[in-house]
């Protein structure tokens, strides 16, 4: 009955854009994870485009937004689902976030709005182990794969 009641309640399907920013310290590479202290949640940054917006162009400004860097978008690491319910609207959601690999071209992680209690630069295997959600782990290998890649070519 439970799982009856649960697909009937009604579906939104919601977009989003960000990305894994990267820079390569004197240890490797490190990327930028976001945290809630209130939640303990660890993750990436992103959020929903504007109007008029391209995924790539919400996905810069959110990055700027998260975590205070503006940042130039190399290459599309790919698209991650999942859903979620919102109680107090009584909805499903099926949510689709366009990842992008990005490097800094300016700011810092000082400037980062209220989303987050803090932004910070991990190496890429603390990143793997502290981020909350696996889906978003499994982006920051694909985006590591593709800077190897990337370096190869």
């Known amino acids: 009955m439970n799982a009856r009641r649960r697909s ?17 310290g004197p240890d490797g590479i490190e990327v930028v994870i976001c945290g809630r202290t209130r939640d303990g949640v660890w ?27 503006q940042v130039r ?4 690491i790919g698209i991650i689902e ?18 992008y690999l990005m490097e800094p071209v300016g700011g810092s992680t000082d400037q980062h709005d209220w989303e987050y209690d803090r932004v910070e630069w991990v190496p890429l295997d603390e990143a793997l182990a502290r981020l909350t959600y696996k889906n978003e782990a499994e982006v920051v290998r694909k985006a590591a794969q593709l800077l190897q890649e990337m370096e190869q070519a």
């Open 8 to 24: 009937r309640l009604p579906v939104e399907e919601a977009v989003s854009a960000g990305g894994v920013v990267f820079r390569r």
């Open 82 to 99: 999942y859903w979620f319910a919102r109680p107090q609207d009584g909805v499903r959601v099926h949510k689709r976030v366009h990842h």
């Open 43 to 69: 993750g990436l940054p992103k959020g929903a485009p504007a109007p008029g917006e391209s995924l790539e162009e919400a996905a810069v400004r959110e990055v700027a937004e998260e975590t205070g860097l």
């Open 73 to 76: 978008p190399l290459r599309k």
